[in-house]
C-alpha cells in the first residue's frame, strides 16, 4: 500500500490527503496547528470552487454553514469605479469554518495527524506533499504584509476591492452575518503607522468610510511577508500545492480554489506515483492563466495604472482570467 506524507494541514494540504486517502493510501498529515483557527485570507469562495468541494466530498457541509452569498464585484480606484454582477455568485466562508471541515474529512477518510515537525521520511517508497504555505526569501525594506480582521454591522452581497497607494484591500461578508476585512500593505508604509493597522485605514479614506458602520469583532492579524508569483519550476522530489506552489494575488479572489485544486492534484498524483513533471504540468494547466493574468495586473497596480487598465477590460472579462482554467480544475 502506498504511503504519502503531507505538511500543512490547510485547503492544499487537506484536499490532498482526501485525494489520496481515497485512493487507498496510508497518509500522515503533519500540522502544528490546532483546527479550527483563523488565518489571514479573502474568505472569498468563486462560483468554480463547487464542484471542486463536491469532489472532496464537503459541499453539503459547507452549504450547511450558510456562507455568505456573493453576487457583485466593486474595484475602487481612487474616486473611480468599476462593478458588475458575477453570472454566478460565489460564497464568503471564513477560514475558520473551511479548514475545519476540510481538516475534519481528511482524518473521517483516513489522514492520521502528526503534531511533530515533519523530517524527511527514511523510506525510499514514502511520496511527500508539501502544502506549507508560502516562500518568504524576500529583502527587508521590500517586503509586503497582509492583514485581516472580522467585523459586525451592515454587510452586502459584493466582494469590494480598493487600490489606495502602498496596498489594497478586501471586503467581503462571511457566514454569520460578519464582513472580512484583509489587505496587504507594503512594509514601508506599515512602518510609518508604527504597525498600527486602524491607523493604516484611516490614511485610505475610502476604505475607512467603508469600515466606518462596522464594529471590529478582534484584534487584527497580519502575516508575512508575502511573496507573489509560482514556483512551477522548482519542485524536484517533492509534490508541490497551495501556496506552496504558487502565491497567487489576493486580489484574484482565487487563492483558496487554487490551492484546493492543486491539492487535489497532488493527492491523486503521490497516489499513483506519477512523477512530479507530471503534477507540475497539470498544476500549469489548471493555473498558468491565472497567474499571468495576476501579474500583468499586479504590475498595473504598482505603477498606479489599475484603473486606467480596469476601464479597457470587462470586468466579466478580468474576472475570467483569474480563474484556474481547464477541466482539470474541477
Keep these: 500500500m502506498s504511503a504519502v506524507d503531507i505538511v500543512g494541514a490547510g485547503p492544499a494540504g487537506s484536499a490532498a490527503a482526501i485525494a489520496a486517502c481515497e485512493l487507498g493510501c496510508v497518509v ?40 455568505a452569498r456573493i453576487a457583485r464585484v466593486e474595484l475602487h480606484f481612487g474616486h473611480s469605479q468599476k462593478s458588475w454582477t458575477l453570472s454566478e455568485a460565489a460564497w464568503g466562508l471564513s477560514r475558520y469554518a473551511l479548514d475545519n471541515i476540510l481538516y475534519q474529512r481528511a482524518l473521517a477518510v483516513g489522514a492520521a495527524h502528526v503534531k511533530e515537525v515533519w523530517t524527511p521520511p527514511g523510506e525510499p517508497d514514502r511520496r511527500v506533499i508539501l502544502a506549507h504555505g508560502r516562500s518568504t526569501n524576500i529583502k527587508r525594506g521590500k517586503r509586503l504584509f497582509g492583514f485581516k480582521a472580522h467585523f ?52 485610505w479614506p475610502l476604505l475607512a468610510e467603508r469600515v466606518r458602520p462596522l464594529q471590529r469583532c478582534w484584534d487584527w492579524l497580519s502575516t508575512g511577508p508575502l511573496v507573489f508569483g509560482d514556483r512551477f519550476d522548482a519542485a524536484e522530489n517533492e509534490y508541490l500545492a497551495g501556496d506552496a506552489l504558487g502565491f497567487i494575488d489576493p486580489f484574484t479572489g482565487s487563492g483558496i480554489q487554487s490551492g484546493l485544486i492543486t491539492g487535489r492534484i497532488a493527492g491523486m498524483a503521490a497516489a499513483r506515483n506519477l512523477p512530479v513533471a507530471e503534477h507540475v504540468r497539470l498544476c500549469k494547466q489548471a493555473l498558468g492563466r ?24 470587462p470586468g466579466r472579462l478580468l474576472f475570467y482570467l483569474t480563474r484556474p482554467g481547464g477541466s482539470i480544475a474541477t
Design 152 to 203: 459586525r454591522g451592515p454587510a452586502n452581497d459584493a466582494v469590494e476591492l480598493y487600490f489606495p497607494s502602498g496596498g489594497y484591500a478586501g471586503v467581503c461578508a462571511v457566514e454569520g452575518g460578519i464582513t472580512n476585512v484583509c489587505g496587504v500593505v507594503r512594509e514601508s508604509l506599515l512602518r510609518k503607522v508604527d504597525f498600527d493597522f486602524d491607523a493604516l485605514l484611516r490614511g
Design 290 to 313: 491565472q497567474f499571468a493574468t495576476a501579474g500583468i495586473f499586479r504590475g498595473a497596480v504598482r505603477a498606479g495604472l489599475a484603473d486606467w487598465l480596469a476601464r479597457f477590460v
Design 28 to 67: 500522515r498529515l503533519f500540522e502544528k496547528s490546532t483546527f479550527p483557527r483563523h488565518k489571514v485570507c479573502g474568505e472569498f469562495l468563486s462560483p468554480g470552487v463547487r464542484p471542486v468541494l463536491e469532489h472532496l466530498g464537503v459541499l453539503a457541509e459547507v452549504e450547511r454553514l450558510e456562507p
